[in-house]
């Protein structure tokens, strides 16, 4: 069955970078198109980025203006998304999600990494 | 970008209750619009996709109809296990855009 398991979350200053990884098993990143999701917590679900099978293609909130990457490792099946000048509104649960809807609805999704982003 | 609204943002119901949530897009999404439901303390589940189709195991209960900026999440009998908040989302343009959520609580 497909796994996904976020890292990299922690407590950074405002302006701090962070780099976020999700590993995924059962299945490989390279067939699929995947999402970062966010959430603070006890508020609603607020979309990041996607990226489609192939890494070639990538999209983006609003909000990231330019200061977020997302990408694809094929070699370690891992997914990460590179944020930086981060700010306190950045703060929130980050959820990576498999895609096999091509780029359109998350089936599986991770627990979750924290980012805090406060000085 | 689209914005996604949803009514009510939260109901009282009873087990075996017909429960229907409203979702509506600021523009057009045709039927490019997903439902998610979300547990206390767990990860968002896929319910529907393409407005009314049930996503693999999803039970029977739930439906979802629509197109357009109008679409309907229902529940037929509510069980315990539907206790959640239910979120829905536009993919018909990036960026991708949620709705604030429904939270159906027990009465």
């Known amino acids: 069955e497909a796994q996904l398991v976020e890292s990299g979350g922690g407590l950074v200053q405002p302006g701090g970078p962070l780099r976020l990884s999700c590993t995924a098993s059962?299945?490989?990143?390279?067939?699929?198109?995947m999402h970062w999701v966010r959430q603070v917590p006890g508020k609603g679900l607020e979309w990041v980025s996607r990226?489609?099978?192939?890494?070639?293609?990538?999209d983006y909130a609003a909000f990231v203006q330019g200061r977020f990457t997302i990408s694809k490792d094929d070699a370690s099946n891992t997914m990460n998304l590179q944020m930086n000048y981060l700010r306190a509104e950045d703060t929130a649960l980050y959820y990576c999600?498999?895609?096999?809807?091509?780029?359109?609805?998350?089936?599986?999704w991770g627990q979750g990494t924290l980012v805090t982003v406060s000085s | 970008d689209i914005q996604m609204t949803q009514s009510p943002s939260s109901l009282s119901a009873s087990v075996g209750d017909r429960v229907t949530i409203t979702c509506r897009a600021s523009?057009?999404?045709?039927?490019?619009l997903n439902w998610y439901q979300q547990q206390p303390g767990k990860a968002p589940r896929l319910l529907i996709t393409?407005?009314?189709r049930l996503y693999t195991g999803v039970p029977s209960r739930f439906s979802g109809g629509g197109s357009g900026t109008d679409f309907t999440l229902t529940i037929s009998s509510l069980q315990p296990e539907d206790f959640a908040t239910y979120y829905c989302?536009?993919?018909?343009?990036?960026?991708?855009?949620f709705g604030p959520g429904t939270k159906v609580d027990i009465k």
């Open positions: 999600t498999r895609d096999p809807c091509g780029g359109e609805c998350s089936d599986y």
């Open positions: 059962g299945f490989s990143v390279s067939k699929y198109w």
């Open positions: 990226i489609n099978r192939d890494g070639s293609h990538t």
């Open positions: 523009q057009t999404v045709y039927k490019y």
């Open positions: 393409v407005a009314s």
């Open positions: 989302q536009q993919v018909y343009s990036s960026p991708l855009t």
